[in-house]
């Protein structure tokens, strides 16, 4: 499993590397084939790697961000703390530690949770991704960039419709993952390999 979150290194783009491009994976392999325009992945529902990062505090409460209402989809949608795409030739955890930081100004140690893929429709765009969630211990107070995010919020522990309507990825992973095995794995308690939650689930959102 130690290798599936590393399987966009090496992936190499012919020009410099964008924010603005997603890679395009193998839907038999997960290896990256490509690149391809965010916008254009989404429209089409391409398969696509993707990181999220879950963020939890000592008692277990899970950070969530609501997403800037500029955003092209799921805008003011409350989501987990960070979600984003890789570059060609980045490493899942090298692109997790930047999402943080440019979203909410955050450094932290991650820890690999679990490989997820799904596919959902937010309205008019398909999300088709294979998504390496990492997790990690929250102990300052995030900076959100007003860009990306426009505001946060600490769920009370168990009850993550407490700012339902949620993303559809964050509320999967709130029935993939609960509450205590996030808290164990980010506080260092839980020494298993990250999860690999196996084919594409389709999401009804």
């Not at 090298?94 to 100004?105: D, G, W």
């Not at 820890?111 to 997790?135: K, N, Q, S, T, W």
């Not at 995030?142 to 522990?157: G, H, L, S």
Request: with cysteine; hydrophobic share 40%.
């Amino acid at each position: 499993m130690s290798q599936a979150f590393d399987s966009i290194e090496g992936q190499r783009a012919s020009s410099r590397p964008t924010s603005r491009e997603v890679v395009l994976l193998d839907a038999d392999t997960d290896a990256p084939i490509g690149t391809i325009g965010k916008h254009a992945a989404h429209q089409a529902g391409l398969y696509h790697a993707a990181i999220s990062v879950i963020l939890v505090d000592r008692s277990g409460r899970q950070l969530l961000q609501q997403r800037a209402f500029t955003k092209y989809h799921c805008p003011g949608v409350w989501s987990n703390a960070c979600c984003s795409h890789q570059m060609a030739g980045e490493t899942s955890l090298a692109a997790a530690q930047r999402r943080l930081y440019e979203e909410l100004r955050l450094r932290t140690v991650l820890r690999p949770l679990a490989r997820v893929r799904y596919r959902a429709r937010v309205g008019r765009l398909i999300e088709h991704e294979c998504v390496d969630v990492f997790v990690g211990l929250c102990n300052t107070r995030p900076r959100p960039n007003p860009k990306e995010c426009a505001d946060i919020a600490w769920t009370p522990v168990g009850d993550y419709e407490a700012f339902a309507p949620l993303t559809p990825w964050s509320e999967h992973y709130f029935a993939l993952f609960g509450w205590e095995w996030p808290r164990e794995r980010a506080m260092g308690d839980a020494g298993d390999a990250p999860r690999d939650f196996g084919p594409v689930q389709v999401l009804a959102h």
